[in-house]
Structures are given as structure tokens and as C-alpha cells.
């Protein structure tokens, strides 16, 4: 499988606390993106990260990644109850001669931020 | 900016009957345009990627004449349900791309139901 597996599956914060979330994948990449999903609704473009960065802030977001490992993790800061949803990363596959721009998504973390 | 719409937000049909789902970008122009499917609570699976003007490329395991997918112009494509049965329900979201850029922008998703 080309997905991605994130880790934790859920996780449970205070508002104001840090919240930490990996992303582990099997091929190689040319990038890799997470996203957010409040329930039942579509997704929302969070940070993009290349194959040659290895780490990319936006606000309250930081970014890693190591190819080495084939892992990635997502950090949010200061976090607000409006942070809680489900978070994906998505890895879009390195494809020789080819711009299809496929992603494939992991299982998600379910990031909860209590009041 | 990067607005993509679906329609229905909603649908409920029959077994046996067909049912289509439009994704259309709103305010760009869309080469490529994405089709996932999800389950509750589990990640998105690709299912298709579709190409203006040309036939679409499914992923393995996705049967491509039950899942028809068109995109006749550069803001419109189409996914039809052939033959529905219960086990095709499903929470079925739609991406676009711009050009050749690697983020995607996400539909709102369409929730099918069939009895």
C-alpha cells in the first residue's frame, strides 16, 4: 500500500498545549501534505513539505520530515478547541516523467482539544 | 480562492439505480481533477484520477465501469454510481489541481446512501 500511517490515532489535549502528530510512509516522494477534516465535511489544505526541505512553518504549524525514515510529523502550537478535527497526511508519490499529482492519504489522527 | 463544489451534499437511492455526482472548481481551472471515497472514521482512498478531455485513470481494485467517471471541461467532472448496491455507500469527496501545482483543493463531499 502507498499510504501513509499516522500515529497517534487519537489524541486527547488541553487547550494551550502542544499536539504532535506522525506520519510514516513506504515509498518514495516527491512531497508531502497534511490536511484537516472536521467531521463529515471536506478537506482543508493545511502545509506542503518537498522531498529536499526538511522542516516548514505556517503560524501555529510546523512541519518535519525525514526521508531517511520516511516520516513526517505535524505540530501544532498553542492549541484552541477550534483545532479539534481529523488530521491526514498525504504523500504524493514520486512519479518518474509524470505530473499526475496523486495523493495518498494515511488513517488520520483524531486530534481532540478540550476547553 | 481554490473554491471546488460538489453536488448533492446528499443522496439516497435504490439499489440497482445509478446515480451522478458533480465536482466543479469555481474560480480556477481545474487539468486534473481527483475522485476519493470514505468510510467512516478510515482515510480517503483514491479511486480515480481524471484528466480534462481525456479518460480517466483508476487505481487498482477500482472497477471503472461501475464507477464512470467524466471531465468534459476544464471546472467539470463527473462521477456516475452504475447499479448502486448498499455496499457502494459511502462518503465520496472530490479534489481538484491547478495546473501543475501539488496541493489540492477539496469538494465538501457527498454523502450516498442506498437502500
Known amino acids: 500500500s502507498q499510504q501513509g500511517e499516522e500515529d497517534p490515532q487519537a489524541l486527547s489535549i488541553q487547550e494551550g498545549e502542544n499536539a504532535t502528530m506522525n506520519c510514516s510512509y513506504k515509498?518514495?516522494?516527491?512531497?508531502l501534505q497534511w490536511y484537516r477534516q472536521n467531521s463529515g465535511r471536506g478537506l482543508v489544505h493545511l502545509i506542503l513539505?518537498?522531498?529536499?526541505?526538511r522542516e516548514k512553518h505556517s503560524g501555529r504549524l510546523r512541519v518535519t520530515l525525514d526521508t531517511s525514515k520516511k516520516s513526517s510529523s505535524l505540530l501544532i502550537t498553542a492549541s484552541r478547541a477550534a483545532d479539534t478535527a481529523s488530521y491526514f497526511c498525504?504523500?504524493?508519490?514520486?512519479?518518474?516523467?509524470?505530473?499526475?499529482?496523486?495523493?495518498?492519504f494515511g488513517r488520520g489522527t483524531q486530534l481532540t482539544v478540550w476547553p | 480562492g481554490a473554491v471546488v463544489s460538489q453536488h448533492p451534499s446528499r443522496v439516497i437511492c435504490k439499489s440497482g439505480t445509478s446515480v451522478k455526482i458533480e465536482c466543479r472548481s469555481l474560480?480556477?481551472?481545474?487539468?486534473?481533477m481527483f475522485w476519493y471515497r470514505q468510510f467512516p472514521k478510515q482515510s480517503l482512498m483514491l479511486m480515480a484520477t481524471?484528466?480534462?478531455?481525456?479518460?480517466?485513470?483508476?487505481e487498482q481494485g477500482v472497477e471503472k465501469d461501475k464507477f464512470l467517471i467524466n471531465h468534459a471541461s476544464l471546472t467539470l467532472s463527473t462521477l456516475t454510481v452504475t447499479s448502486a448496491h448498499p455496499e457502494d455507500s459511502s462518503f465520496y469527496i472530490c479534489?481538484?489541481?491547478?495546473?501543475?501545482?501539488?496541493?489540492?483543493?477539496f469538494g465538501p463531499g457527498t454523502r450516498l446512501t442506498v437502500t
Open positions: 479534489s481538484a489541481r491547478a495546473g501543475l501545482a501539488d496541493e489540492q483543493y
Open positions: 515509498t518514495s516522494i516527491n512531497n
Open positions: 513539505i518537498r522531498s529536499n526541505e
Open positions: 498525504a504523500t504524493g508519490p514520486l512519479d518518474r516523467g509524470s505530473t499526475l499529482g496523486r495523493l495518498y
Open positions: 474560480d480556477f481551472q481545474a487539468t486534473t
Open positions: 481524471s484528466n480534462e478531455g481525456s479518460k480517466a485513470t483508476y
